[in-house]
């Protein structure tokens, strides 16, 4: 079963949680038609595999700018979130992981319902995030999460090793 709670100084550590490797079948291509975002899948030949390199959070920086949260099976660290404070009406989801062993056991989606309870208590209407679009697993999970397509970047990676990725926006509304 897993369990969510606010990461403190008490378990700051668990913000070190590896980031494990993960599948990237396709790509999402999303395109906006009459105001409206839509979006189709191409697969690729091969999937691909990818790892994020590693993070050095800071938790009393996490603290001052939002919050982070832990996914715990068995008293395990098994993922965390990183939430920031936004200018607008949108609370930002930073960092979503789990590790590769959790994987599709619902420690995601309930990293994702701490971060609306957190979101409301601070007088936001919604959560926001932005996913690489050939990240198609990902892509897919914030849709069956009821998340919605808000926005597209083509120029974010470019003249970086990601030359080629576009970032996807996607946003949660509670309303």
């Known amino acids: ?40 899948e191409q697969l690729f030949p091969k999937p691909k595999s990818m790892v994020f390199p ?3 959070y800071d938790l009393a920086r ?20 990183v939430y920031q404070k936004h200018y607008f009406a949108y609370l930002h989801l930073l960092d979503l992981k789990v590790s590769a062993a959790a994987r599709g056991r619902g420690a995601g989606k309930a990293l994702l ?16 995030l932005e996913a690489q679009d050939d990240n198609l697993d990902a892509c897919r999970f ?3 999460c009821g998340f919605r397509i808000g926005g597209f970047n083509n120029r974010v990676y470019h003249g970086t090793s990601q030359e ?6 996607f946003y949660y509304d509670f309303v």
């Open 113 to 128: 319902e701490a971060g609306e309870t957190f979101a409301r208590e601070l007088g936001y209407r919604g959560i926001f």
């Open 54 to 56: 590693e993070e050095a």
């Open 164 to 169: 080629g990725k576009s970032d996807i926006l």
């Open 142 to 144: 914030y849709v069956h």
């Open 62 to 81: 996490i603290d001052a700018e939002g919050g982070a949260f832990g996914a715990y099976e068995n008293g395990q660290c098994v993922g965390i979130a």
């Open 1 to 40: 079963m897993i369990k969510v709670h606010r990461i403190d100084a008490s378990c700051r550590d668990d913000l070190r949680l590896p980031n494990d490797p993960f599948l990237m079948p396709g790509r999402m291509i999303v395109s906006l038609q009459d105001g409206i975002w839509e979006y189709r």
